[in-house]
């Protein structure tokens, strides 16, 4: 079974700085793309970054943020964080290009929590 595995989750000051990493398993295809999204309470889940297999990135929420792949599967950088940042954080996979929306995805991490407060 494929696994989306989310790391580096947490408590950060405003204006600070978090790297979020996924590390990716049992793919069995070469080309998909690795996406961002993030849920704050009682919102809904938004895109946050997508890398697709070319390389070709997608930013939907947040100029301050980077998105770039590594041999593991996908890092995103997010810097000057602000309180509006806060929520949990998920990583997805699907085949080939980018997409916007969730349910375009079906492979999905459990998610590693963002809090920026003071």
């Known amino acids: 079974q494929l696994q989306l595995v989310e790391s580096g989750g947490d408590l950060v000051q405003p204006g600070g700085s978090v790297r979020l990493s996924c590390a990716v398993s049992?793919?069995?295809?070469?080309?998909?793309?690795i996406g961002w999204f993030r849920q704050a309470a009682g919102k809904e889940r938004e895109a946050v970054a997508c890398?697709?297999?070319y390389g070709t990135k997608e930013y939907y929420a947040a100029s301050r943020f980077t998105i770039s792949r590594n041999n593991e599967g996908n890092a995103l950088q997010m810097n000057s964080l602000k309180p509006e940042d806060s929520g949990l954080y998920y990583c997805?996979?699907?085949?080939?290009?980018?997409?916007?929306?969730?349910?375009?995805?079906?492979?999905w991490g459990q998610g590693t929590q963002v809090i920026v407060s003071a």
């Open positions: 997805a996979a699907r085949s080939e290009y980018c997409r916007p929306s969730p349910s375009q995805y079906v492979y």
């Open positions: 049992g793919f069995t295809v070469d080309r998909f793309a």
């Open positions: 890398i697709d297999t």
